[in-house]
């Protein structure tokens, strides 16, 4: 069973840091692009990040361009990001999606809530 499991997420200050983890399981994590999504009460759902299978490439939204990084360690499994500069309007609820952008996702990790607020 496929399985995406979010973390690091809570609540951290305007210009703060956080880095997610997203864990998985199930497949062949190397054979898959992965992205970052995020959602806010309200709002649809944002593409944030991807990053192809193999690292080579990174695509960011340009709301986050130069704040956060994304990453992965095949060897453990792991997809990141890193949030450094945070702005309030970062607040949502971060899913990790397997695919390099949601539209094309096919699996969905449960999310894991940020909450930046001074």
């Known amino acids: 069973q496929v399985q995406l499991v979010e973390s690091g997420g809570g609540l951290a200050q305007p210009g703060g840091s956080l880095r997610l983890s997203c864990a998985a399981s199930?497949?062949?994590?190397?054979?898959?692009?992965m992205s970052w999504a995020r959602q806010a009460p309200g709002k649809g759902l944002e593409w944030v990040s991807g990053?192809?299978?193999?690292?080579?490439?990174?695509y960011y939204a340009d709301s986050v361009k130069g704040r956060f990084t994304i990453s992965r360690d095949n060897a453990k499994n792991t997809v990141y990001l890193q949030m450094n500069s945070l702005k309030p309007e970062d607040t949502a609820l971060y899913v990790c999606?397997?695919?390099?952008?949601?539209?094309?996702?096919?699996?969905w990790g449960q999310g894991t809530q940020v909450t930046v607020s001074s």
């Open positions: 999606a397997r695919g390099l952008h949601q539209v094309h996702a096919d699996y």
């Open positions: 199930g497949f062949t994590f190397s054979s898959y692009h």
């Open positions: 990053i192809y299978s193999d690292g080579s490439d990174t």
